[in-house]
Structures are given as C-alpha cells and as structure tokens.
C-alpha cells in the first residue's frame, strides 16, 4: 500500500453523529496534516499533528497519532450537513524535504 | 483572514500551447508549492520553491515545467507544451516555515486540455 491510505473509503452518517475515519502511512513523519476538500474546490487545511504529539483538538475536530502503529485518526464531534466532504491526511515525511504525500481520501456524506 | 489566491480558476487550451498558471501566496510565507490532482486521483506533488529557487521536485515536474516567482507577491507555473494527460487540477501552496509548517492551499486551477 502506499504512503497515507484513508480508511473508509467512504462514510455515510446522519447530522448529529460522529466520523471518525483513519489514516496509515508507511514512513517516519515529521508531521500528519488533515485537509478538506468540497466537492471539485480547493483544500482547507483543517489541524496539524507533530510526530511527538498523541492528541490534538480543534472545535469538533479530534486528531490522533500513533507513530508505533504509523496511524492518524480524525474524529469529527457532532456532524453536520456542511461537514459533508472529502477529507485527506497528508504526510511530511522525515527526511524527504518539505513536500507532502497525499492519501486518497475519505468521502464523508453527513445526511440531515 | 489571509489565503492564497489563484488565477485562472479554469483554463481550456489546446494540446501543444504554453500555459501559465498564476498564485499569490500569502503575504509573509516564504515557501511556495504545486500540487496537481488529476480527476478521481490523488494529489501529487510538484514543486517545492524557496529563496528563488527549486527545492524539490518529483518526477513529474519534467522539463516541460517551470515556476518563477517573477514579483515580490506572484508565483507561477508555466507549462511549456501541454499534452492531454496534463488536464488536472493544479494547487498553489504556502507555509510560513519549511519542515513542518501548515501548507495552505488555494482554490485551484481547473486546466482542460483538449
């Protein structure tokens, strides 16, 4: 498998549920980063992760990191509509300079 | 709130012809990036860009690529002699900091070539 793969695929959830979707890479990282992407719009950057880092939050954002399990999850808290999205994490890999690797992304449909 | 801006938001041009993709990063970031993500694909990366020049690029970004940071705010890349393949969404990014900085991305390029 290839550097940040997203599990599911997709996910259909109704508004007021929780996502959760996961993220494995395959190298040391210097940092994970989570991004959303609206259907054929730009990406927005959502939350930053530092390998030394376990936990980090952001309004109803929620990422983990395990770097013994080379593992990111993001968790959104009490979903809405507008979270509907494609969401991608990206990896800044240790020692390969500042460029991210990308995974495929998870299609999050939230139903109202 | 400061974003990075890009202009056009859609470019169709013919297979063959020179196009030149504009982005205005944020103001006081200092490095500069392209991604491309072709239709139901990844996005990839090309190009790293500080200090005026190519910091990495992926093999990609062949000769048939060129970014320039021709003013103190623009940021561009130039695509020689398009071929079909190269019809994608094109990225602009920015970071205040190299290693380990928050990349933020603008709205992109819709590039069709036909």
């Known amino acids: 498998s290839q550097q940040g793969e997203e599990d599911p695929q997709a996910l259909s959830i109704q508004e007021g549920e929780n996502a959760t979707m996961n993220c494995s890479y395959k190298t040391s990282i210097n940092n994970l980063q989570w991004y959303r992407q609206n259907s054929g719009r730009g990406l927005v950057h959502l939350i930053l992760i530092r390998s030394n880092e376990r936990e980090k939050h952001s309004g109803r954002l929620r990422v983990t990191l395990d770097t013994s399990k080379k593992s990111s999850s993001l968790l959104i808290t009490a979903s809405r509509a507008a979270d509907t999205a494609s969401y991608f994490c990206a990896t800044d890999e240790y020692n390969a300079g500042n460029m991210l690797t990308f995974g495929g992304g998870t299609r999050l449909m939230v139903k109202p | 709130e400061p974003e990075v801006t890009q202009t056009p938001s859609h470019q169709v041009t013919q297979m063959g012809q020179e196009v030149i993709l504009r982005c205005v990063p944020i103001s006081n970031h200092l490095y500069f990036y392209w991604y491309r993500q072709i239709l139901g694909q990844k996005v990839e990366f090309l190009v790293s860009?500080?200090?005026?020049?190519?910091?990495?690029k992926s093999e990609i970004f062949d000769d048939q690529f060129s970014v320039e940071r021709p003013d103190g705010s623009n940021f561009t890349l130039k695509i020689r002699s398009t071929k079909l393949e190269d019809s994608a969404m094109y990225f602009c990014a920015s970071s205040e900091r190299g290693r380990s900085g928050e990349q933020y991305f603008g709205p992109g390029t819709r590039l069709t070539v036909t």
């Open positions: 860009f500080y200090n005026n020049e190519i910091s990495e």
